[in-house]
Every structure is written in structure tokens, then in C-alpha cells.
């Protein structure tokens, strides 16, 4: 442990907070809330044998760590929700892709409001409902209920700001709309629909249907027959809708019944939303954790990370195991939903059937998706067999390696070589290049100078060559690779070339190339290992440049050596962001004085103005 560390832990407050454990490149790894941070944070470091292999790995990557006081545990327990979901910590239990649901948006801020779907929630007065896991059902149910209310779909201002008459478009004419926007419709008509849509999206069907009932029997006693007849068909509609649900929870009350499975470091957590005793509708998530992560904890981070977002909380919460935190948990959820939110764990009875059922459903998408993950395998291997087939080679070509050039002009040359095993990438054997012995613009022998480096190194190492080499390019390309193979005692090496014009497969010793169908596998492979060899080197040439840049507008600086360069550089990113960097940013720079701040400043705003002058 570091002397920062030591000092850090000495210092700790006893108040609530969330803690922030941090590895050596400042990245946060964990994220994580507690009642007394001193007592909390000190006890990760105390005892180390005694904890468990999750919070061993943590403790030996964490090098430093940051705290955030709050007035109560409360607030505690929702900033780390929310931290969470911003960071996605490494050792954290992850909502995998929570951010991406959709919502359904009321704009209730509007005089005549429409129905939206959205990405986020803000806090922008309107009325929102979510999040859908199942966005066509989602898509259904908008069309559902703006049809049968007659909501407006359009994107019109109304009324419009400058008073300019709008005309009704075909919806008002195959009675979908009301006609708001050439004022056929009363904005209290239209917010009555309105009301009615918020109802049925809160799980209130049986209150709407009696609402509707007791309007349909008014507008009946005043002999408005046409506008009694149109709430019928609403009230039979939404019947119709309620008698589809498949399970009656008895109660009329509002629940989410929750439940999980798990296998290695996937989980998948389902949710029934019964709404006034009826089941409406089914959530599916996915979590990532560590494989030895105990499930209480998997499921109460669902629990913090789900309802951080959740609109509108319904009375009653069923989970399958006790939680911790589960009194704090209750307090939070009942002040934002501003009513009691009881949490309960069945043990016997209809509940624990729900619960059972969900549980059930939660097991079966989880074997769904490691059947899917299964399958993938397999189709990867398919592919390498049938690139075997396509190419006539003797073995099942499991290793493959692809090699691309990339430079603009004559300057800032760069070649790749991305290796795939068994149709999938392995990054550890991905390779970058600096052309360094070819002058001008020649594209065989930059091929060739990063044949003879790589295989070079694979001859000193003593390992052989891999199943497959790819060239990016035809014939010409593919002969300088052969003649460089065979000086370095390759000669028996696999090596084709895969020109990009009309994915033509050009082989040694062979005039013709080879054509495969669009639909085959092997090409399809072939392919993606070309694009990423492609992206690959497109990727370390932006780099190279970038560096170069740099190099070339503070080279002749005095003060400016290597060190701080790269100083700047791993700071910023890159020469744009440094000439964009503010004095004060500058001087901000670890290792960077304040009159050698002042002097990169200086010369970069010259060159920035000098080069938006030029033309």
C-alpha cells in the first residue's frame, strides 16, 4: 500500500458516502455507498485473507480511491445508482445496456399532447412510462391507444406560434384524429383522451373501463348517441385488451414481481407488472457480474440500478430472496413514489406461484441465450470449415492471419496484421507497423518490409507460421508476399490475396482468381477479417499522424523535449485538443510549468490562426 493510500485511510470521515476505488490509470473500477465511510472503506483493507476472491481482485487492483459525503444513506444509496449506471465499474454489477430502453413520452407540457418514444428521461414536465424491454409490443400499444383516442401523430405546433392556419391532414379524414390543428377539437375534449391514455399506461384499465362507462351514460341521457357510441367501442376495445392477460393476481393492487437465473457471470432477471390485479405485461434484463458474486447482491443492485429510472413505482415489490439494505431500499422507493412501497419475500401461497412463474421465465431466456451463444460457436467454426472447402486447402484453416497497409501520399506509412483463431480475433496477436525502409509510394514493398518483419520475428522466436495468410490486394501484391516468404524460408506457407473490387480470391501459381457467392460463409469471413486488418491500420495511421503533428509544432520549442510531449499528448488526446486547451488547462498538465504553458499556448494559437488563414 502507497503512502497517499495509508494517509487517505487515516483521514476517512464517519458520515454517509459513496466511495470509488480507482486502478493505477485512474480508471474507477468499483463504485460503492455506505452508512459510515471510515468503517466501511478501512474494512477492505483490514484482514485482507478473510476476503472473499471478488473483493481480493478489487483491493489488488485499487491503487487509490475518491469520496462523495451526502447528508444520509438515502442519498447515499441513490448516487451510487446512479453512479453506476454512468461508469459501468468493472467489479460492479452492470445493467447491461439499460441506458438504450425505451420510454413512452406523454408531452403534457403541450396544449394538445402526443405520444413519443424516447431514449432518456428529463425533467421537462411531461408524463413518462417505461422502460420497454419489448419495443415492438411498446410500438403496438402507442398505435393501440392513438387510434382508439383519437391522438394526434403528427409533429405540428398547436396552435402554431405565428397564428398560421394549418389544414387537417388524412388521419382527421379516416376519423384517427379529432382535428385539433383547424380547432375541430377542444383542447378540454383532448385532454380528456389524454387522461384516459395516462390511465391505461399507469395499469388503471379497470378504473378507466367504470370512468368510461359513467361518460358513455351521461352522453347518452343528453342524446349525444354518436359520442355515446364512440365510448362504447373505447370501453369494448379495452375489454377485449384486459381479457387477453393471461394471469389474474387477485388483488386489485399494483405489483412487480421479480425474479432471476443465473449461470457464470451472466443473469437474466425478469419482471411481471401487475396492475390492478392484472398481469400487463413481462421486462427482461440483463446483468453482468463477477462469477462468485452471491445473488442477494446480484439482485439488489438490479433493484438500485432498475428503479433509479422507474417513472412510476407500483405499491408492492416480490423478490425470490431477501435483500440487503432492504428497510433503506423501502424508504427510497416510498419518498420518490410518494406513497408506501412494501417489499416482500413469499414463502408459500399465490405469491410465491408469481414469483415461481417469473423465475420460470427468467431460467428459459437464460437457456435461450447460452443455446444462442452455443450456436454462434458453431457457425464460427462452420465458417472456417467451409473457407477449407471454398479454398481447396487440406486442414480447416483455424489460424488466420490478414495483413493491410495504410498511408496517405508519401508520408506516414503504417501496415497491420490482425490474427484470428478458429474465426474469432485474438487481439494479442494483433501487430502494428511502422514502414520504415521504403521511400515513396510503393505498395509491394511496404508488403513485403511487413512480411519480412513479422515472419522474421516468428523465425528468431521459433514458431511456425499461421494456417492461412490474407493479402490485402491481387496479383501484384500477393507475388511480392510469395518472393519475401520464400527468402525467409516460409515457402511452405499458406498465403492468398483478397482484392477488394469484386472480392476476387487470388491464389499462387494460379492465373484465374476465384469468385465465391455472396451468401458463402467462407467469403463472409474472409471479409471481416480484411475490414478489421483495414480498420486496424486506418486506426494506428490517425494515430502516427497525430503524433507527428505534435512532434513537428514543438519540436523546435525550447523547453519542449520528448517527456513533455508525451506529457501533453497522453493528456489531451491529441494536437487539436492541445490547441483548443485553454492557458489554464495547460498549466493544469502534471510536470508542466506555468511559463512553458504560456509558451506552447502561444505558439499553437499562432499556428491555429495561421492555419485557418490559409486559402
Given at each position: 500500500m502507497n503512502q497517499g493510500l495509508k494517509l487517505k485511510l487515516e483521514n476517512l470521515p464517519d458520515t454517509p458516502g459513496v466511495y470509488l476505488f480507482k486502478n493505477k490509470a485512474g480508471q474507477i473500477i468499483y463504485i460503492g455507498k455506505a452508512k459510515n465511510l471510515r468503517h466501511r472503506v478501512r474494512s477492505y483493507f483490514n484482514s485482507p485473507h478473510s476476503h472473499d476472491r471478488k473483493t481480493s481482485r478489487l483491493i489488488a487492483a485499487a491503487s487509490d480511491f475518491d469520496l462523495i459525503v451526502t447528508d444520509s444513506e438515502i442519498?447515499?444509496?441513490?448516487?451510487?445508482?446512479?453512479?453506476?449506471?454512468?461508469?459501468?465499474?468493472?467489479y460492479n454489477i452492470n445493467l447491461k445496456d439499460d441506458k438504450h430502453f425505451p420510454y413512452i413520452k406523454v408531452t403534457t407540457r403541450e396544449p394538445f399532447p402526443r405520444l413519443l418514444?424516447?431514449?432518456?428521461?428529463?425533467?421537462?414536465?411531461s408524463r413518462y412510462f417505461g422502460p420497454y424491454t419489448n419495443s415492438k409490443s411498446m410500438r403496438r400499444t402507442i398505435t393501440f391507444l392513438s387510434r382508439l383516442f383519437k391522438i394526434r401523430t403528427c409533429h405540428l405546433t398547436i396552435p402554431h406560434p405565428s397564428g398560421?392556419?394549418?389544414?387537417?391532414?388524412?388521419?382527421?379524414?379516416?376519423?384517427?384524429c379529432g382535428?385539433?390543428?383547424?380547432?375541430?377539437?377542444s383542447q378540454e375534449d383532448y385532454s380528456r383522451n389524454i387522461d384516459s391514455v395516462i390511465m391505461f399506461l399507469m395499469g388503471r384499465s379497470e378504473a378507466l373501463i367504470k370512468e368510461l362507462s359513467a361518460r358513455m351514460e351521461k352522453s347518452s341521457k343528453r342524446m349525444q348517441f354518436e359520442q355515446a357510441a364512440q365510448i362504447r367501442d373505447q370501453i369494448e376495445a379495452l375489454t377485449?385488451?384486459?381479457?387477453?392477460?393471461?394471469?389474474d393476481a387477485g388483488q386489485a393492487v399494483n405489483r412487480d414481481i421479480i425474479a432471476f437465473a443465473r449461470e457464470g457471470s451472466l443473469t437474466i432477471v425478469v419482471?411481471?407488472?401487475?396492475?390492478?390485479?392484472?398481469?400487463?405485461?413481462?421486462?427482461?434484463?440483463?446483468?453482468?457480474?463477477e462469477v462468485d458474486e452471491i445473488d442477494v447482491e446480484v439482485i439488489s443492485a438490479f433493484i438500485r440500478q432498475y428503479y433509479t429510472d422507474q417513472p412510476n413505482l407500483p405499491e408492492e415489490l416480490y423478490f425470490p430472496v431477501a435483500v440487503p439494505d432492504e428497510e433503506l431500499i423501502g424508504q427510497w422507493l416510498s419518498t420518490a413514489a410518494g406513497q408506501k412501497v412494501k417489499i416482500h419475500t413469499p414463502q408459500k401461497g399465490e405469491k410465491l406461484r408469481l414469483v415461481d412463474m417469473a423465475a420460470q421465465n427468467a431460467r428459459l431466456l437464460l437457456d435461450e441465450i447460452l443455446i444462442q451463444r452455443k450456436q454462434f460457436k458453431e457457425r464460427t467454426s462452420k465458417a472456417v470449415q467451409a473457407l477449407k472447402e471454398n479454398l481447396g486447402l487440406a486442414d480447416s484453416p483455424l489460424t488466420i492471419a490478414c495483413v493491410d497497409i495504410s498511408n496517405l501520399g508519401e508520408s506516414d506509412a503504417v501496415g497491420s496484421l490482425v490474427f484470428f483463431d478458429n474465426g474469432k480475433p485474438k487481439k494479442s496477436?494483433?501487430?502494428?507497423?511502422?514502414?520504415?525502409?521504403?521511400?515513396?509510394?510503393?505498395?509491394?514493398?511496404m508488403m513485403r518490409e511487413i512480411i519480412g518483419r513479422y515472419f522474421f520475428r516468428l523465425n528468431e522466436e521459433k514458431r511456425t507460421g499461421t494456417d492461412l495468410l490474407v493479402v490485402d490486394g491481387g496479383k501484384g501484391q500477393l507475388s511480392s508476399v510469395i518472393r519475401e516468404l520464400q527468402s525467409l524460408g516460409f515457402e511452405n506457407q499458406t498465403v492468398i490475396g483478397l482484392a477488394k473490387k469484386f472480392e476476387e480470391i487470388y491464389f499462387p501459381n494460379r492465373s484465374e482468381p476465384l469468385t465465391l457467392p455472396k451468401s458463402s460463409p467462407g467469403l463472409g469471413l474472409l471479409k471481416r477479417i480484411r475490414d478489421e486488418a483495414h480498420r486496424f491500420a486506418i486506426e494506428y495511421n490517425r494515430k502516427v499522424r497525430s503524433q507527428r503533428t505534435l512532434k513537428s509544432s514543438l519540436d523546435y520549442l525550447k523547453g519542449i523535449g520528448p517527456k513533455r510531449r508525451q506529457l501533453l499528448l497522453t493528456h489531451f488526446g491529441s494536437l487539436d485538443r492541445i490547441r483548443l486547451a485553454s492557458l489554464e488547462e495547460l498549466s493544469a498538465v502534471k510536470g508542466m510549468p506555468q511559463?512553458?504553458?504560456k509558451l506552447v499556448f502561444d505558439t499553437l494559437h499562432v499556428t491555429k490562426k495561421s492555419d485557418n488563414s490559409v486559402g
Open positions: 442519498e447515499a444509496l441513490i448516487l451510487e445508482a446512479n453512479l453506476v449506471k454512468e461508469h459501468h465499474p468493472r418514444v424516447v431514449r432518456r428521461l428529463e425533467k421537462d414536465g398560421k392556419v394549418q389544414k387537417v391532414c388524412l388521419d382527421f379524414h379516416i376519423g384517427r382535428g385539433p390543428c383547424e380547432n375541430l377539437q377485449n385488451m384486459r381479457q387477453k392477460q393471461k394471469v419482471i411481471f407488472q401487475i396492475r390492478d390485479g392484472i398481469l400487463i405485461g413481462r421486462q427482461d434484463f440483463q446483468l453482468i457480474s496477436e494483433y501487430r502494428h507497423f511502422r514502414i520504415k525502409g521504403v521511400k515513396g509510394q510503393d505498395d509491394f514493398a511559463n512553458i504553458a
